[in-house]
């Protein structure tokens, strides 16, 4: 009876958005990275990151078709292959290396089968409820099961627009990209509940999240018409009030800040706390069992992350170049950040810490690749790393949660800073490119005209309400999975080890 109730829930998961989100005939579909706010806006931040709309449909019908630039086209499937790469196999040997070997396969396991489940729900609703117009909160149905993808009045794919006017790629590679971004985001979780919770119940949980908690948000702050839908000054209000609801504030997100990494990590947080802490947990020593494959997998997470950050631009172009020299430099300058602290309180660096401070790096820059500048994301990087230790050492301590994998201490954390520091640095004081603009004409902020205080309030309310919702979406997903299926598998199972008990198999044979 149960597994019939978890199936049920599960079904729930996959059916319920088309019940609470507005269909609109009429709207464009995929949108891409952001850009900026607009010029009218009152408290309009200038550049935001992520989102792009097939483009066609606000081009005037007189105007010849669009076709896809083939070195865009190209830079975006490698982007979206790098951050496959990120997932399978750079977070499962990542989470996998921290665990103890006990446990190594089924962390493995449920990385690669929580991506491919976020994958096929992608395609069946979620590209459409988070990137095609809908409300301010959630998108439409246009694209449910990927329909119109394919233009059978025109004989090819339909186009989704970037961040330059009349510049497109086809919209099924925009698809593909950011499904790896919703595939990635919900595995962040699992390093939270690693090593305690039931494969199914993860599944259920994770599906349930993604529907409720990273949908929503992504068409938040992602989600705007794109530059081509902005044809003259008379229509730059009306587009702006079809965007989701950050991104009509102005918040800057150029690769997942919120969406992704703080986002997850509530979630994660959220998850340590009702499912309890690990058999043994302050009592027994849990040490990682493989800290070679853990340098392993931050190193592919590295490479990966110049995809998810640098394709974030949507174009081969000078911001893609600007994102992926940030992601280079802010992960590198935490690596030193994170050793240095670490030698300045246990009195030598270690290769957990060099590989944890890559990360750390890695989440702090993401909302700030494309937004800032070098000098900037250095800055970033320092402040990351040095924040994240703190968030896996002093922060940890005062949460009290078991978060198996420190979660929330590095991608909360670094989410957290980055997100603000963003506002800081996008400053052209400071060297940010702080573009602003109505799309009708696009222009740079003025040293004079641009407010960090402004910008960094922004910031600090897209973060708010991105913990908020994650926070209340999770209590209820959790509990629910719990009451159908149960969270957590019995002590005996737990010591036993998870690749065995839910498995029946181990990583090592001695």
Not at 156 to 161: C, D, L, P, R
Not at 389 to 400: M, N, S
Not at 484 to 509: F, K, N, Q, W
Request: hydrophobic letters at 60%.
């Amino acid at each position: 009876m149960k597994k019939l109730l978890a199936c049920l829930a599960l079904a729930a998961a996959v059916l319920a958005p088309a019940a609470w989100a507005q269909q609109d005939a009429a709207a464009p579909a995929a949108v891409a990275s952001a850009v900026m706010a607009p010029a009218s806006a009152p408290d309009a931040a200038p550049a935001v990151a992520a989102a792009a709309v097939p483009a066609a449909e606000a081009a005037s019908a007189a105007a010849p078709a669009l076709v896809p630039n083939k070195g865009d086209t190209s830079w975006m499937l490698l982007s979206t292959l790098l951050v496959i790469m990120m997932t399978v196999p750079g977070l499962a040997l990542f989470y996998g290396g921290l665990v103890r070997s006990k446990n190594m396969l089924s962390v493995l396991m449920q990385v690669m089968v929580a991506f491919s489940m976020i994958v096929v729900l992608w395609v069946l609703y979620g590209y459409s409820f988070a990137f095609t117009e809908g409300n301010a909160f959630i998108g439409g149905t246009d694209r449910l099961f990927m329909k119109g993808i394919w233009d059978n009045a025109a004989g090819t794919f339909a186009n989704a627009a970037t961040f330059s006017k009349g510049v497109v790629i086809p919209e099924i590679v925009f698809a593909a990209f950011q499904a790896t971004f919703a595939g990635i985001t919900a595995c962040l979780i699992i390093g939270a509940f690693a090593e305690r919770i039931k494969f199914s119940a993860a599944l259920m949980f994770l599906a349930l999240w993604f529907t409720f908690s990273y949908l929503p948000i992504a068409h938040m702050v992602w989600f705007w018409m794109g530059p081509d839908a902005y044809t003259a000054a008379g229509v730059v209000d009306e587009m702006n009030a079809k965007a989701g609801f950050l991104w009509q504030m102005g918040a800057l997100d150029f690769a997942g800040g919120t969406v992704v990494h703080i986002n997850a990590a509530v979630a994660g947080l959220v998850g340590a706390y009702m499912i309890g802490k690990r058999v043994g947990y302050g009592k027994e020593a849990f040490t990682p069992h493989s800290l070679t494959l853990t340098m392993v997998g931050a190193s592919l997470l590295w490479v990966g992350w110049f995809g998810f950050n640098a394709g974030s631009a949507l174009e081969a172009n000078g911001f893609a170049a600007l994102a992926f020299i940030n992601t280079l430099v802010a992960a590198a300058a935490a690596v030193l950040a994170w050793c240095l602290g670490e030698a300045l309180l246990k009195g030598k660096a270690s290769m957990l810490g060099a590989a944890s401070g890559a990360v750390a790096g890695l989440v702090a820059v993401t909302p700030a690749a494309g937004n800032v500048g070098i000098g900037g994301a250095l800055v970033i990087g320092f402040i990351g790393g040095f924040a994240c230790l703190w968030g896996v050492t002093g922060l940890k301590k005062l949460l009290g949660a078991d978060d198996s994998l420190d979660v929330f201490g590095v991608h909360g954390v670094g989410g957290i800073v980055g997100a603000l520091l963003t506002g800081v640095f996008n400053s052209p004081a400071l060297g940010g490119p702080s573009l602003v603009g109505d799309w009708v004409t696009v222009t740079m902020v003025t040293q004079e005209a641009f407010s960090i205080a402004g910008q960094v309030w922004i910031q600090a309310k897209a973060v708010g309400l991105t913990v908020i919702w994650s926070t209340v979406v999770s209590l209820a997903a959790y509990k629910l999975v719990d009451l159908v299926i149960g969270l957590r598998v019995t002590e005996e199972e737990e010591r036993e080890g998870l690749d065995i008990s839910s498995h029946g198999e181990t990583a090592y044979h001695k």
